[in-house]
C-alpha cells in the first residue's frame, strides 16, 4: 500500500552536495539504500560531466530529523547520461549505511497531462528548500522521453538547485517523475543544476515509465502495470501489415482525419493484430526496445514515444477490471475512481480484442461507447480492435456513434439560430445523421455476410468523419458568437469609460460609438469591420479621456 503524508513532511527528499560542500541538485530515497537523482547532478562532484563519478557523494537527508550527512556512490549499470538528443539523465546511488525502514518516495506510473504538481528544490541561499507548484503540459524533447512543466506565473520558480527533485502529484501525493532541466531564454541551456541565471517558468521533468526504461530494475518498487498492458509484447515479431501499422500512425499522430479507427484483427496471429502491437510498444515510454527509434517516420511507421496514453488488452477480462485498470491511470483514488475515470479519460487509448472480453456487450456499452462518445468533442483519439468481425458489437456502436451525429447537428444546429441572427454568413451545419441512419438500417438487414463487412468498415469511417465536421462547425459556430459577445462587451465598457470622464455627449465621439453599434447590432454584421469599428472608438476614448487629465479636468 503507497504512503501518502502531507507537503513538507515527505522523510524522502535529499540533497546532494559537491566535494567542496556545494549544492549540485536534489534526489528522492526509493528504499533503504537508493537514491534516485540526474546524472547531471552528480556529475557535479566530478571532471567529466558524462562519466560517473568513482568517490563518495555528499547527501543530506532533508527529510529525515536533523537532517543526517552521509555518503553515496553511483551503483555500477545504473548511471544514464544525458543525451544530445534530450534523453537519458539518470543516475542511482546507494548509501554507505542502510537506513531505517521508509516510508520511500512513492513511484507511480500516471496519466501526465494536465496534473497539478509540487515540486521542492535546493536553492543555493534556501537551506530547507523552496517548493514550487506547476501544472504537466504534454510531452516535448526530440525523442519525447520528457514531460513540460508550466509554472505559475507569479511566485516561485523551478531554478538551480532543483534537478533531481520529485515531481509530487498534488491529488494522489504520488511521484510522476523528476526534474531534469529548465528553461533559461537560450538554445543551449545547461540543466538546471548546472547554472546560476534565473529560471522561467517552463521546466521539463523525468517521467516514471522513462526511468523505469533505463533502469529496468527499478520495476518492483514500482507498483501497478506500464501504460501499455505487457500482454502487447507478445506478438511483437510477427509480420505487420504496413497499411494498418501507416493509419494507426496517423490516427496518434493526428495525420488521420477521424477521432476513432477500428480494426478488425481476424485473429491474434494476423499482421494487423502486429501492427497493433508495434505501434502500442514502440510508443511505450518504458516497454519499446532499447535502441528502437523514439520519433516516427516514413521507415518505422510507429506513433512517436509517449503518444498513446493508454493500451489495454481487454481478452478475458471482466469489465470492472477494465473500469478499474483505466482509472488507476487516470490518478483516481478510490473513493472517486469512477468519477475521475469518466471526467479525465485517455487522450489517445487502445482498446484491443474487445470481442474477446470477457463481456463484450457490457465492456462495449460501459467502457467503450462512453470513451467514443467523448472523442470529437474532446478530440480524443481512439484505437479501437476486434479479433473476429464482431459485427453485432460494431453495429451496436455504429447506432450508438449516429445518435451521437444527431445530438451534435442537433448542438450545432442551436449554435447556428444563435449565431445567423447576428454575423453575416456563419457556417452551416452539415445534415448527415438521417442518411446515416437508413445507412445502418440497410446494413442490419443485409444477409451477406462478406458484403456486410465492406459496407460496415466503410460506413463507420463516414459516420467518424460526419461527427468530426458536425463538432468541428459547432466549436467554429461558438467561437463567432463568443467573438462577437467579446466585442459588444469592449464597447459597452468603453461607453461606460466615456460616461465616467463626462464624454457620452462628446461630438466627437458619437460617430464612432453609432457606427461601432450599428455595425453589432445591425444584423448579420462583418465581425472583421465591426471589430475595427470597436477598435476605432476605443481609441478615440482612451485619446478623449488622456485630453482630459492634461486639462486637469476630472
Known sequence: MTVTVDHGDEPWPVRIRGPRGEVLGAGMLIDERQILTCAHVVAGASEDPYAAPTGPIGVDLVGQPGSPHVSARVVPDCW????????????????????????????????????????????????????????????SGTRQERVQMDAATTGPQISPGFSGAAVVDDSTRTVVGMVVSTYRDSHDAPPVGAGTSPASGLSWMIPVETILHHLPRLGDLVPGTPSVDRGFLAANRLPVDPAVARRITDLFTQQLDANVLIVVTVHSGSASAAAVRQAAVRSSRELRPTGAPAVADDSADVPPVGSIDLAVDVTGRPTEAVSQRIAEWTGATDDDADGRAAALPPRSSIIDNIDEAGDPETLLSDVVMPLVDQAATRDLRVLLTFRGEAVGLRLALLARRVATLAATEAAAERAYRAVAPLVADPPRVPSRSTRLRIRLTALRAMADQSALADRLASTERAIDRAVREAEAVRRRLVAIEADWSELRGRLDGFLAMAVDHGLDEDAALSPFYRLAYEQLTGGACDLVAAAAAVHRYADAVRHGVGARSERGVS
Do not use: C, K, N
Open 80 to 139: 544514464v547520461p544525458p543525451t544530445d538528443e534530450g534523453g537519458g539523465d539518470i543516475a542511482l546511488l546507494e548509501l554507505s549505511r542502510p537506513l531505517p525502514p521508509g516510508p520511500y518516495a512513492p513511484l507511480r506510473r500516471m496519466r501526465l497531462w494536465d496534473r497539478h504538481v509540487v515540486v521542492r528544490g535546493f536553492p543555493d541561499t534556501l537551506e530547507q528548500g523552496l517548493y514550487v507548484r506547476a501544472r504537466l503540459a504534454g510531452p
